[in-house]
């Protein structure tokens, strides 16, 4: 599943030093995914991706929502492997060779 995640590399704040809806949106989306993914055994809590905390602290999902509107989210962290995220099955497109018959003048021009 592909989320749209460039909010974490934009600015988080607007011209006049608000919060950009982008970005409340993006951070309300990751809390989500977060909540959705958390193993039973956390508490409750999820890794805070603040660059400061850096995923290696636990916290109530509100403290991490304040973390990220007051300090911003690590620019890297689009893929929240920490928080659930898993790598999509690769589909191996089958090729056959059948039929494909090259002669050493097919290739040049």
Do not use: Q
Request: hydrophobic letters at 25%; a negative charge; one cysteine or more.
């Amino acid at each position: 599943m592909t989320y749209y995640r460039s909010w974490i590399g934009h600015n988080r704040y607007n011209e006049f030093k608000y919060l950009t809806e982008e970005y409340k949106i993006g951070v309300n989306d990751f809390i989500k995914f977060a909540c959705d993914h958390r193993d039973p055994e956390d508490g409750g809590l999820i890794r805070c991706p603040y660059e400061d905390c850096a995923n290696k602290y636990f916290k109530d999902p509100s403290d991490v929502k304040v973390d990220l509107y007051l300090n911003g989210i690590m620019k890297w962290y689009t893929k929240w492997d920490l928080h659930g995220e898993r790598d999509m099955p690769r589909v191996e497109e089958e090729t056959s060779s059948r039929n494909i018959h090259y002669r050493d003048e097919d290739i040049y021009v």
